[in-house]
């Protein structure tokens, strides 16, 4: 996942604070889709600005696995 993810610190969701590499651990631990993660981190749980960014990366990391 290092390739896909170059800064683990950068925010994705900002209403949750849930940031790349918080995403890349749900996958690492056993997320098999973006529900999943949702329901790890909460990301796109509030405001929903972040889905889009979310999912496009919760994708690539998949995709990697």
Same mark, same amino acid.
């Given at each position: 996942?290092?390739?896909?993810?170059?800064?683990?610190?950068?925010?994705?969701?900002?209403?949750?604070?849930?940031?790349?590499?918080?995403?890349?651990?749900?996958?690492?631990? +056993?997320?098999? !889709?973006? *529900?999943?993660? &949702? /329901? @790890?981190? #909460?990301? +796109?749980?509030? !405001?929903? *600005?972040?889905? &889009? /960014? @979310?999912? #496009?990366?919760?994708?690539?990391?998949?995709?990697?696995?």
């Amino acid at each position: 996942t290092g390739t896909v993810i170059m800064n683990r610190k950068k925010e994705i969701c900002s209403c949750y604070h849930v940031t790349k590499g918080d995403i890349a651990d749900a996958v690492e631990n +056993g997320a098999e !889709c973006f *529900k999943d993660v &949702k /329901k @790890a981190t #909460k990301v +796109g749980k509030a !405001c929903g *600005k972040c889905k &889009k /960014k @979310a999912k #496009k990366l919760t994708k690539k990391l998949l995709m990697k696995k």
